[in-house]
């Protein structure tokens, strides 16, 4: 009993089949992967694919040019002096001596002129910020088009939209810190913009500003706000936004072998990463290479803030430029209601702006909402197929455009020497007209592209080649689309339109639809009713062309 008491209770473990560590550092990594796993969690996720597109990587430019903006931000801190209180100038640069200034503009005056390295960083770190919001501009427009953002990804192309904004305010808050007197300015609108709210506009002042404007908490305030707050936002978001595009796979054009159940590409590693870490040093590099050779925010050259002066031809980044030109475009009107003052003129502006960017946000849940679709989709449109997604993605940059134009209407006036009334007047017009009429004509070019694709696979592509017929016409001989073309043109889905339910049911009942429905019926015959999308050829079709009836 004893013996086999002591075999069960202290029996030996069978030997491992595993080589020994080599040396000390394969010892070292067993030992952490025996503790946090790492070995089987990269196994699993390092040979994941993705597929190979240019479009693809304008996510990546938003990634790379955000550790960029991190990185320099960092190195700045340490010489930043986020204060409001009053210095006399004494540094090297000698236009500025002897001027009253904040610790944080000649902080920022030293960092340019005495730190070593400390003005291209400036550059970098302004310029990567101005890159960073076109690049994620620019990606969710690819989204936006190819309708990458349907089910599963819209609380995904949320996140994006968050990141956009929050990109845009911590620009804002970033370029506002040096204290300089465009910037000063900058503040001063928004404070006009802050104070033009009802009710609460002045308690949002009194928060933001420790009291009367300029007050003395201003640049503490951005300070934090700028470098703790919504980084810290922006981080949190990233993050969730690639273990989305990690969990529900990355979406790919369509093509032969491509369906919604697989992703064809390459593995993360090592093709993808080494590819990945190319594109950004060389992204790193050509934001090197343009902060070395084009100044951006000359703080030196405008002096510091003053708030009895302005600078000349004051303009935000462009960026926040739409959100002055809504203020420049609206007419000065005010009312009068129970003693108080309303401002329109800033008021109105103040409520169109949220409503600019929230259509962006909520687009995904609206069209699936009017397509009633379902499924998971993870092959992309080409834009030309859905004609008004398109046209609609296309008002709105037009829109975008005309506010950037109202809110330089003054360099527009003085550049090309006309009368800034005669500007503002054009815009104001604009405003209502260039998007319509750039809607119009984008659903009626993506209409005409797929008339020409359909004539492409019907009767396949011009050769060049000019033929006689025996009764003597002259014809062009066309040759058939290669099957990997013909897959190209028409492996698209479309969307037929929602049809209101039978007035009477089986039974004779009288069914009346409700508002919500009848508004979905009517956008839905908008969206892909007859005149929305050309119906595309069937197998029929191409197979009564190809075989010799008409074709040539």
Same mark, same amino acid.
């Given at each position: 009993?004893?013996?086999?008491?002591?075999?069960?209770?202290?029996? @030996?473990?069978?030997?491992?089949?595993?080589?020994?560590?080599?040396?000390?550092?394969?010892? @070292?990594?067993?030992?952490?992967?025996?503790?946090?796993?790492?070995?089987?969690?990269?196994?699993?996720? =390092?040979?994941?694919?993705?597929?190979?597109?240019?479009?693809?990587?304008?996510?990546?430019?938003?990634?790379?040019?955000?550790?960029?903006?991190?990185?320099?931000?960092?190195?700045?801190?340490?010489?930043?002096?986020?204060?409001?209180?009053?210095?006399?100038?004494?540094?090297?640069?000698?236009?500025?001596?002897?001027?009253?200034?904040?610790? @944080? +503009?000649?902080?920022?005056?030293?960092?340019?002129?005495?730190?070593?390295?400390?003005?291209?960083?400036?550059?970098?770190?302004?310029?990567?910020?101005?890159?960073?919001?076109?690049?994620?501009?620019?990606?969710?427009?690819?989204?936006?088009?190819?309708?990458?953002?349907?089910?599963?990804?819209?609380?995904?192309?949320?996140?994006?939209?968050?990141?956009?904004?929050?990109?845009?305010?911590?620009?804002?808050?970033? +370029?506002?810190?040096?204290?300089?007197?465009?910037?000063?300015?900058?503040?001063?609108?928004?404070?006009? @913009?802050?104070?033009?709210?009802?009710?609460?506009?002045?308690?949002?002042?009194?928060?933001?500003?420790?009291?009367?404007?300029?007050?003395?908490?201003?640049?503490?305030?951005?300070?934090?706000?700028?470098?703790?707050?919504?980084?810290?936002?922006?981080?949190?978001? =990233?993050?969730?936004?690639?273990?989305?595009?990690?969990?529900?796979?990355?979406?790919?054009?369509?093509?032969?072998?491509?369906?919604?159940?697989? %992703?064809?590409?390459? !593995?993360?590693?090592?093709?993808?990463?080494?590819?990945?870490?190319?594109?950004?040093?060389?992204?790193?590099?050509?934001?090197?290479?343009?902060?070395?050779?084009?100044?951006?925010?000359?703080?030196?050259?405008?002096?510091?803030?003053?708030?009895?002066?302005?600078?000349?031809?004051?303009?935000?980044?462009?960026?926040?430029?739409?959100?002055?030109?809504?203020?420049?475009?609206?007419?000065?009107?005010?009312?009068?209601?129970?003693?108080?003052? =309303?401002?329109?003129?800033?008021?109105? !502006?103040?409520?169109?702006?949220?409503?600019?960017?929230?259509?962006?946000?909520?687009?995904?849940?609206?069209?699936?909402?009017?397509?009633?679709?379902?499924?998971?989709?993870?092959?992309?449109?080409?834009?030309?197929?859905?004609?008004?997604?398109?046209?609609?993605?296309?008002?709105?940059?037009?829109?975008?455009?005309?506010?950037?134009?109202?809110?330089?209407?003054?360099?527009?006036?003085?550049?090309?020497?006309?009368?800034?009334?005669?500007?503002?007047?054009?815009?104001? %017009?604009?405003?209502?007209?260039?998007?319509?009429?750039?809607?119009?004509?984008?659903?009626?070019?993506?209409?005409?592209?797929?008339?020409?694709?359909?004539?492409?696979?019907?009767?396949?592509?011009?050769?060049?080649?000019?033929?006689?017929?025996?009764?003597?016409?002259?014809?062009?001989?066309?040759?058939?689309?290669?099957?990997?073309?013909?897959?190209?043109?028409?492996?698209?889905?479309?969307?037929?339109?929602?049809?209101?339910?039978?007035?009477?049911?089986?039974?004779?009942?009288?069914?009346?639809?409700?508002?919500?429905?009848?508004?979905?019926?009517?956008?839905?015959?908008?969206? +892909?009713?007859?005149?929305?999308?050309?119906?595309?050829?069937?197998?029929?079709?191409?197979?009564?062309?190809?075989?010799?009836?008409?074709?040539?």
């Amino acid at each position: 009993m004893s013996s086999a008491s002591s075999t069960t209770s202290g029996a @030996a473990k069978p030997a491992s089949t595993r080589a020994k560590p080599a040396n000390k550092w394969e010892q @070292a990594a067993d030992w952490t992967d025996g503790r946090l796993g790492i070995y089987s969690l990269a196994k699993a996720n =390092l040979r994941k694919i993705f597929p190979d597109h240019w479009s693809f990587m304008l996510g990546e430019i938003c990634l790379y040019t955000f550790i960029i903006i991190i990185l320099t931000g960092v190195y700045l801190t340490l010489f930043f002096k986020p204060s409001m209180g009053e210095v006399i100038y004494d540094g090297s640069y000698v236009p500025l001596k002897g001027l009253p200034m904040s610790e @944080a +503009y000649a902080s920022t005056v030293d960092i340019s002129f005495e730190v070593r390295g400390g003005l291209l960083v400036r550059q970098i770190h302004h310029w990567a910020a101005l890159v960073f919001v076109a690049a994620m501009l620019v990606h969710m427009m690819r989204v936006f088009f190819t309708g990458a953002f349907r089910k599963p990804r819209e609380i995904n192309w949320v996140f994006g939209f968050l990141l956009l904004v929050l990109g845009m305010f911590d620009g804002f808050f970033g +370029y506002s810190l040096p204290d300089d007197l465009l910037s000063g300015t900058g503040i001063r609108f928004m404070e006009g @913009a802050i104070l033009a709210v009802p009710l609460v506009g002045t308690y949002i002042q009194m928060f933001l500003f420790g009291g009367e404007f300029p007050g003395t908490d201003i640049v503490p305030r951005f300070f934090t706000i700028h470098v703790l707050l919504i980084p810290g936002i922006m981080l949190g978001l =990233l993050v969730a936004h690639l273990i989305l595009v990690f969990y529900h796979k990355h979406t790919q054009w369509a093509g032969p072998g491509k369906t919604e159940k697989n %992703v064809v590409g390459m !593995p993360l590693m090592p093709v993808y990463m080494a590819k990945a870490g190319g594109f950004f040093f060389l992204v790193f590099g050509l934001i090197a290479v343009i902060s070395a050779i084009a100044t951006i925010n000359p703080v030196w050259s405008v002096g510091p803030y003053r708030a009895d002066q302005v600078s000349t031809d004051a303009q935000p980044d462009w960026y926040m430029g739409f959100s002055e030109g809504l203020i420049r475009l609206m007419p000065g009107w005010e009312i009068g209601l129970w003693g108080h003052t =309303l401002n329109l003129g800033v008021l109105v !502006p103040l409520a169109i702006f949220p409503l600019v960017l929230v259509s962006i946000a909520v687009y995904p849940f609206i069209e699936g909402w009017i397509t009633g679709d379902k499924r998971e989709h993870h092959i992309l449109d080409r834009p030309r197929n859905a004609p008004v997604r398109t046209a609609l993605g296309a008002a709105w940059i037009s829109l975008y455009l005309i506010l950037l134009v109202a809110g330089g209407n003054d360099l527009f006036a003085t550049h090309l020497h006309l009368s800034i009334n005669s500007v503002t007047y054009a815009v104001r %017009v604009g405003f209502f007209v260039v998007p319509v009429v750039v809607f119009i004509i984008t659903k009626r070019w993506c209409l005409g592209l797929q008339r020409r694709d359909k004539e492409k696979v019907l009767h396949g592509r011009e050769t060049g080649v000019i033929k006689r017929l025996p009764h003597g016409e002259f014809i062009e001989v066309h040759a058939q689309l290669p099957q990997q073309d013909l897959h190209k043109l028409t492996a698209h889905e479309q969307v037929q339109p929602f049809e209101l339910p039978a007035p009477t049911d089986e039974n004779g009942v009288a069914r009346k639809a409700g508002v919500l429905t009848r508004t979905r019926a009517k956008l839905s015959r908008g969206f +892909y009713g007859e005149g929305s999308q050309i119906p595309k050829p069937t197998a029929e079709e191409h197979h009564e062309i190809t075989s010799g009836h008409g074709h040539h």
